[in-house]
Every structure is written in structure tokens, then in C-alpha cells.
């Protein structure tokens, strides 16, 4: 089947550890995003990317990084930086514009971080 | 700045009811928008999307229809089941080149269907 894997699902970190988080998708899209949602807040955007090797700073990159290295993958890694990093977090991709329902976006299952 | 609002943040409906979900937008330059359908603690799954060219868009018993000259949308559900109970929320992609652009999302509305 089609889709974006997100993995872990649930994932527990310790003050001033880096911790990656996994986003795959096999849908051939371009279009990478990733999301954080915090209980009674809108999806905030954190990264995206249009293509390989290029990606964007969102809202709240600030304590964040991603790569870029292959058109199915797009990880992020939350660093010891990010002063409050416990939340859910969305990854996304987009079918290109102008195809057959342009610009729809997919979302995978989410991982949520917590902070000990 | 694009502003996107969703009134009301929780709604409770018997079951079997007609509802409506509304979707407020303040800038109407927009690609399309995007309904989708969130259940506790798991991703967003899409419903319906409406091109800016679109008025309305059908999926079985749901409806979404699109005035951008007034900034709304609305979607609507029949015949509202216990299956519908999840956490409603919109999208609007702005009118920019380029495959990629910052989506902007409402807060949502939960909706209970009861028993």
C-alpha cells in the first residue's frame, strides 16, 4: 500500500539528548513536511522540503534539523536545543502540482515524543 | 499573514443528524483547501480536497463546498453515525509557485456523534 511510515510511534528522551525520528514514503511525491501538534494548537511547520538536497525552515525550526538525502526519506532529528520538544509530531508529503488531485497532502501516523 | 478559523471548537450531535462544520479563511488567494479527519493520538487523514476553481467536492456522505470570495467553507455530514466522532480540521495552500508551500491549518472542531 501507499503511504508515509512514521517510526518510532512512541519515543522517550532524556534532558540534552538528540533523537532522530523516521519518515518514509512511497508515494513519489516531492513534497516533504514535517508538523508538530500540541494539545489545543493548530499544526505548526517545522521543516519542508520541495526536493532532494533542499529544504526549508518553517515557523519553529529553531532547535530542529533534517535531511534531504533521498526523495523517500526525510528524518528529523530534534536536538538538545529545543527547549520544549515534548509533543506529537506529523510528517507530510504533497502529490505535485497539476497532476490529478494537485496539491493534496498525506499525512503519516505521527510519532509522539515525550521528555523525562 | 493567512488566518484560518474553525467555529465551533467542539460540537456534540445525536446520532442521524445533518451537521455542519464551518471553515473561515482570511486571505482568498489560495491554491485549494483541504478537510481532513483526525482520531486521538493518530495522524490526519484526508476527506475531501477543493481545488480554488471548485465549489464543492462529495464523498459519500460528506460535503465540502468552497466561497472564496467570502473566505469559507463549510462541511457537511449526513446522517451523522458514532463512527464520525473524531476531531475536524481544515487547510488552506496558498497561491504561490512551487511544489512545496506552508500549508495554513485551523485549529479544528471535535465532534461527538452520541448514542
Known amino acids: 500500500d501507499g503511504g508515509i511510515t512514521q517510526s518510532p510511534k512512541y519515543l522517550f528522551r532524556k534532558e540534552g539528548q538528540n533523537v532522530t525520528l523516521s519518515c518514509e514514503q512511497n508515494?513519489?511525491?516531492?513534497?516533504m513536511y514535517w508538523y508538530r501538534q500540541d494539545p489545543g494548537q493548530g499544526l505548526r511547520l517545522i521543516y519542508y522540503?520541495?526536493?532532494?538536497?533542499?529544504?526549508q525552515k518553517g515557523d519553529i525550526a529553531e532547535g530542529y534539523s533534517v535531511s534531504r538525502e533521498k526523495k523517500e526519506s526525510f528524518p528529523l532529528t530534534v536536538t538538545s536545543a529545543q527547549k520544549n520538544p515534548t509533543a506529537f509530531y506529523l510528517c507530510?508529503?504533497?502529490?505535485?502540482?497539476?497532476?490529478?488531485?494537485?496539491?493534496?497532502?498525506?499525512f503519516g501516523e505521527g510519532s509522539r515524543l515525550t521528555v523525562l | 499573514k493567512q488566518e484560518v478559523t474553525q467555529i465551533p471548537a467542539a460540537l456534540s450531535v445525536p446520532e442521524g443528524e445533518n451537521l455542519v462544520l464551518n471553515c473561515s479563511f482570511t486571505?482568498?488567494?489560495?491554491?485549494?483547501l483541504q478537510w481532513f479527519r483526525q482520531d486521538p493520538g493518530k495522524g490526519l487523514t484526508s476527506l475531501l480536497l477543493?481545488?480554488?476553481?471548485?465549489r464543492e467536492q462529495t464523498s459519500g456522505r460528506l460535503n465540502a463546498s468552497l466561497d472564496k470570495s467570502s473566505g469559507r467553507s463549510t462541511l457537511y455530514i449526513a446522517a451523522s453515525q458514532p463512527g464520525d466522532s473524531a476531531t475536524y480540521l481544515c487547510?488552506?495552500?496558498?497561491?504561490?509557485?512551487?511544489?512545496?508551500?506552508?500549508?495554513?491549518f485551523g485549529t479544528g472542531t471535535r465532534l461527538q456523534v452520541t448514542l
Open positions: 507530510a508529503s504533497s502529490s505535485p502540482l497539476g497532476s490529478v488531485n494537485t496539491g493534496e497532502l498525506f
Open positions: 508515494l513519489n511525491h516531492d513534497a
Open positions: 522540503s520541495q526536493i532532494v538536497n533542499d529544504f
Open positions: 486571505d482568498s488567494a489560495i491554491y485549494n
Open positions: 477543493i481545488q480554488s476553481s471548485q
Open positions: 487547510a488552506v495552500r496558498p497561491l504561490r509557485a512551487g511544489t512545496a508551500s506552508k500549508l495554513t
